[in-house]
């Protein structure tokens, strides 16, 4: 089982529409990150979260929303979406517990979002 | 401010070659910690290594090695025999040590295609 879910794993929308994109892991990690990947940008973070009190915005975070339900969950919302947003999004896990820091970080699988 | 710079967009080789990504960072801060990540055509980021700038040697793992020099703030990675499974966008990556933030600046990345 994967220990990074997200859905949906694909994603097509108008522009204008609210749409959510969930993470959820089962690593026990407390740190959790959302980024955007472009073709030829590679990978910005758009927001990130310490822990369920502690929300971050990151390189990117304008017209992006988050929420962090619970240690395990993290959302990612597009308030009003819009055809620059088009995109694949990755939910990332990293444990600053485990005696090292600077972990690595654990990807999902992605979500491919379009914006029409 | 921090910057990773991959100069190479895409290589393309043919399987057996030796190959080698180049990776080159910017950053003020002495401590600071270098990834790399691989990013098959199916689209996940696997974790490759992780480097402190404390720690200079170079690493092997298998067919993989890594080559980090503070002096010309590179951290380069070598393919040796490759293999057509090794076709990928690789990503080099930088997180800084700030107030045990782990946020990680991408670069954009190295599409690699090894022909048969």
């Known amino acids: 089982d994967a220990d990074v879910t997200q859905t949906p794993r694909n994603r097509i929308t108008k522009t204008g529409k609210r749409i959510m994109l969930e993470c959820s892991q089962t690593k026990g990690h407390d740190r959790m990150y959302w980024y955007r990947q472009d073709p030829g940008l590679g990978l910005r973070l758009i927001y990130y979260?310490?822990?369920?009190?502690?929300?971050n915005k990151g390189e990117i975070s304008d017209g992006y929303s988050v929420s962090r339900q619970a240690q395990a969950k993290f959302s990612l919302s597009l308030e009003s979406a819009i055809p620059n947003q088009t995109a694949l999004y990755f939910c990332?896990?990293?444990?600053?517990?485990?005696?090292?820091?600077?972990?690595?970080?654990?990807f999902g699988p992605g979500t491919r979002l379009t914006v029409l | 401010a921090q910057k990773v710079t991959q100069a190479q967009t895409e290589i393309s080789v043919v399987e057996k070659e030796d190959v080698t990504l180049d990776c080159v960072y910017e950053t003020r801060d002495t401590t600071y910690y270098l990834f790399w990540y691989k990013q098959p055509p199916s689209g996940e980021l696997v974790f490759l290594i992780r480097?402190?700038?404390?720690?200079?040697q170079n690493e092997i793992s298998g067919r993989y090695s890594w080559n980090f020099q503070k002096s010309t703030s590179s951290f380069n990675f070598t393919i040796t025999a490759s293999q057509v499974v090794d076709s990928a966008v690789y990503f080099c990556a930088l997180s800084l040590a700030q107030g045990g933030s782990e946020k990680l600046v991408f670069g954009k990345g190295t599409k690699l295609t090894v022909n048969p």
């Open positions: 480097r402190n700038s404390f720690d200079e």
């Open positions: 990332a896990t990293s444990d600053p517990y485990s005696g090292r820091i600077h972990n690595e970080q654990f």
């Open positions: 979260s310490f822990d369920v009190k502690d929300i």
